[in-house]
């Protein structure tokens, strides 16, 4: 089993940067492939940002040259940065975990509002 806890949420002004971070625990080994998304209700995840093993990163259109994910494996956390934010960028970012076996794991979500 795998916890994922997120944070860094919040609410800020157009233009701004916010940092989102991803805690794991638990059987950290088993994870390749960790990365933030959107859970719209009815639809798909969509994809924000992931990183995967080898440190390969992928990105949603929206948020490439704004975004980076990145993350600490001595710390086990996974961050997001954020800059030049729109208010389009609303919504609850979910930390998604994906292990070797096929499981997924999601943290609660941590809501990101941008204010014009």
């Known amino acids: 089993q795998v916890q994922l806890v997120e944070s860094g949420g919040g609410l800020v002004q157009a233009g701004g940067s916010l940092r989102l971070s991803c805690a794991a625990s638990?059987?950290?080994?088993?994870?390749?492939?960790m990365g933030w998304y959107l859970r719209p209700p009815g639809k798909d995840p969509e994809l924000v940002a992931r990183?995967?093993?080898?440190?390969?990163?992928e990105y949603g259109d929206s948020v490439k040259g704004r975004f980076t994910v990145s993350r600490d494996n001595a710390k086990n956390t996974m961050y997001l940065q954020m800059d030049s934010l729109r208010p389009e960028d609303t919504a609850v970012y979910y930390c998604?975990?994906?292990?070797?076996?096929?499981?997924?794991?999601w943290g609660r979500g941590t809501q990101v509002t941008v204010s014009s």
């Open positions: 638990g059987s950290i080994s088993s994870i390749n492939a």
């Open positions: 998604y975990g994906g292990d070797y076996d096929g499981y997924d794991y």
């Open positions: 990183i995967l093993t080898g440190d390969v990163t």
